[in-house]
């Protein structure tokens, strides 16, 4: 039998990789990376590094693969999404059949925290459901960018007793969530927060969290709103890809 790990590796800085993870790699023989370019080389050199300081007692190989990309003029986002994902497991495939041997452990490192906006345990879950390959899959979970997203700013995800929801930029377009008090926004491409500028709410923003390039500012969002943007896209421009996540919070004070 083969078998993949699938491990969290926290969002940026190795101090956030988990014991767990830890000993998890040192039973890997081959760590697939999944090449998303040039501008995002960064992110592989930092999964290479976290290999050299915590592999202690077994050898073990790279094996880099194109990562797919996906058609972000399509306004089907499902269907886009489907196919990324069909493209992404024709990879996994490949690689599980071709550099992975029998009797072996391969692993994919994921960014962060694997169950939350990442599509590597569906696609595993997928490939063994085939009954192709005699392999078994495992998640180690990592800490995602929304905990240390909340450790930086030194405030919680929630108020006592109030719900909090994670969603995307894009769902958030749609309104602030009925239900929550407190959101929590990931894959934000539209600064979808200044639909909010006028009403009565705290931002706390973070990007490239935990890494050499992190960013973060928080505060009253009709005062700060203009900064993230332009600061946002400076270091958009300047990095090739940006990579944030924030928090937004009703203020009941009236006077806040």
Known sequence: MKKILIIGIGAGDPDYVTMQAVKAMNE??????M????????????????????????????VEAHSPEWNRRNSD???????????????????????????????FLIWGEPSLYDS??????????????????EVIPGISSIQALA?????????????????????????????????VVMLDANDAY?????????????AYIGTSDEILVSGKLHEVADDIQRIRTKARDANGWIMDTYILRKNDDPTG
């Open 151 to 183: 450790a930086k700013h030194k405030t919680t995800l929630n108020t006592i007793g109030k719900a909090v929801q994670v969603t995307t930029g894009r769902k958030l377009l749609q309104g602030f969530p009925e239900t929550a008090d407190s959101v």
């Open 77 to 107: 986002y499902h269907k886009t999404i489907g196919t990324l994902n069909n493209d992404k497991q024709a990879v996994f495939e490949s690689l599980i059949a071709n550099d992975l041997k029998d009797g072996e452990i391969g692993a």
């Open 194 to 206: 200044r639909q909010f500028i006028d009403e009565n709410i705290d931002i706390y923003w973070g």
């Open 28 to 33: 890997v023989d081959v760590f697939f990376i």
């Open 120 to 137: 590597t345990v569906r696609i595993m879950e997928t490939i063994v459901s085939s009954d192709r390959y005699d392999l078994d899959f």
């Open 35 to 62: 090449d998303k370019g040039e501008d995002k080389s960064k992110l592989t050199d930092i999964r290479k590094d976290i290999c050299q300081r915590y592999i202690t007692n077994k050898d073990y190989r790279f």
